[in-house]
T-cell receptor, first 112, second 114 residues
Framework: GENVGLHLPTLSVQEGDNSIINCAYS??????FIWYKQESGKGPQFIID?????DKRQGQRVTVLLNKTVKHLSLQIAATQPGDSAVYFC???????????FGEGTQLTVNP | KAGVTQTPRYLIKTRGQQVTLSCSPI?????VSWYQQTPGQGLQFLFE???????NKGNFPGRFSGRQFSNSRSEMNVSTLELGDSALYLC?????????????FGPGTRLTVL
């Protein structure tokens, strides 16, 4: 896959468990944050986003938490399924900009 | 709506050649961004086009260029290819997702430079 060679953080969970993927960001000026999922051979797929004036946002089976004090973002996946196995990236964007800065990614493996 | 499409999906070139990649954004989206993804560097921003104008540019050499047409389709060009240009090139178009604009990615073009 695209991330072979990178020593990606890995997370291995059992099917049905909850997963938590963490991300540290560096730019204090970032005010928009996104989580993407990338399966092998595919482009990043939008999962959920959050603005800096929020600390939590929920979607279907996913929750994003933002802690601006320590510049930390997390993605929680409830009842993880084998289809959730992928690399997950966090991305940040400044108000004034249009470029996304990506984290290194986390490889999530779900064991049946 | 159809998603972001990129052509070709796979490309093999030799050093010194040049290459053009194409991206068609989601219908109605006017902003197109390009990213390079490699095992060593991860995902890195190349440039963004909006209404046929380059609005933002990443830290890549001048060999990397792009353009956008009046129908919002975009192309990127890499001249004088180097081995290190081997990568997955991703295009993203920006549009409304719920409350906010966000970027949606295409499947990418896998470029191999020999």
């Amino acid at each position: 896959g695209e991330n072979v060679g990178l020593h990606l953080p890995t997370l291995s969970v059992q099917e049905g468990d909850n997963s938590i993927i963490n991300c540290a960001y560096s730019n204090s000026a970032s005010d928009y944050f996104i989580w993407y999922k990338q399966e092998s051979g595919k482009g990043p797929q939008f999962i959920i986003d959050i603005r800096s004036n929020m600390d939590k946002r929920q979607g279907q089976r996913v929750t994003v938490l933002l802690n601006k004090t320590v510049k930390h973002l997390s993605l929680q996946i409830a009842a993880t399924q084998p289809g959730d196995s992928a690399v997950y990236f966090c991305a940040e964007e400044e108000t004034s900009g249009s470029r996304l800065t990506f984290g290194e990614g986390t490889q999530l493996t779900v064991n049946p | 709506k159809a998603g972001v499409t990129q052509t070709p999906r796979y490309l093999i070139k030799t050093r010194g050649q040049q290459v053009t990649l194409s991206c068609s954004p989601i219908s109605g989206h006017r902003s197109v961004s390009w990213y390079q993804q490699t095992p060593g560097q991860g995902l890195q921003f190349l440039f963004e086009y909006f209404s046929e104008t380059q609005r933002n540019k990443g830290n890549f050499p001048g060999r990397f260029s792009g353009r956008q047409f009046s129908n919002s389709r975009s192309e990127m060009n890499v001249s004088t290819l180097e081995l290190g240009d081997s990568a997955l090139y991703l295009c993203a178009s920006r549009g409304l997702a719920g409350a906010w604009d966000t970027q949606y990615f295409g499947p990418g073009t896998r470029l191999t430079v020999l």
